[in-house]
């Protein structure tokens, strides 16, 4: 598979430079980019295990997240911007009508195999540089480091402790558990590294009937050492999760992170 990715990317290299341009021309940053070859790759070899077109799966890997930053300013459906903007951007690439069809059904969920991509994405999401690239992400918004990973910690572990139901191969789930445990073991160095200097970081499973949410609970602020409050907040509509906020009242320090399981993988 490691040669067949290379060709793929070789084979669609105009495209790949395209997003790389645009992107960071857009975002100031690598880290989407990254993200999307490696939600690319991964696209593609879980396409290869169900016997489909890699090429094609690629192709729509590259180009999911692509209208994100629109969708965010604009307020719009995301999906649908992004199998919009594909379009465009495969035509004026020349690609094969048939192809630009497809890729747009698969980014708008109107494709068979849909969920491919979504896996592909999560899959994306563990593993050794999950919490380095969120804290690249995060540093490119203005948020210092402690703000990153307490965006950062609660999603992923809820990711991973609801891996079988947010993925929908047997492939992604596969690989899914090897990346988690290499996750697993970055959480634990990073709160065994903040216990060191006096932050106590404390992870509690909240089951429901639906899924399992991470809450990550701090005592103290890293900033000026004062009391941590937690708020949760629980989300309704296309996800099911909880919006997890921390402020201190001392520094006016504020952090957000929202954790997402989507409606129809419930």
Request: glycine share 6%; charged share 25%; with cysteine.
């Amino acid at each position: 598979m490691k040669k067949k990715l290379v060709e793929l990317r070789r084979q669609h290299k105009r495209l790949i430079d395209y997003i790389k341009n645009n992107v960071i021309e857009e975002t100031k940053s690598t880290a989407l980019v990254e993200h999307l070859l490696l939600t690319a790759s991964y696209s593609a070899e879980i396409a290869e295990s169900e016997k489909l077109n890699t090429s094609l799966f690629f192709v729509a890997g590259l180009l999911h997240d692509i209208g994100k930053f629109r969708a965010r300013r604009e307020n719009l459906e995301e999906d649908t911007v992004s199998a919009e903007l594909a379009r465009r951007i495969l035509g004026e690439l020349g690609y094969p009508s048939e192809l630009v069809d497809e890729v747009s059904r698969i980014l708008s969920g109107r494709h068979q195999y849909s969920e491919i991509i979504s896996d592909a994405d999560i899959l994306a999401k563990l593993g050794s540089l999950a919490l380095l690239e969120s804290g690249v992400k995060w540093g490119v918004r203005g948020a210092g480091f402690f703000t990153a990973l307490i965006s950062t910690l609660p999603r992923l572990l809820t990711i991973i402790y609801n891996i079988d139901k947010l993925l929908s191969t047997n492939y992604a789930k596969q690989v899914a558990r090897k990346l988690s445990e290499i996750s697993m073991q970055q959480v634990h160095s990073v709160i065994d590294q903040l216990r060191e200097v006096g932050i106590e970081l404390v992870v509690e499973l909240e089951e429901t009937d639906i899924a399992k949410i991470a809450v990550v609970r701090l005592t103290n602020c890293l900033y000026c050492g004062s009391k941590i409050e937690l708020k949760v907040e629980q989300t309704t509509g296309k996800c099911y999760g909880a919006v997890l906020v921390y402020t201190c009242s001392n520094c006016n320090w504020v952090a957000r992170s929202t954790l997402c399981i989507p409606v129809h993988h419930m």
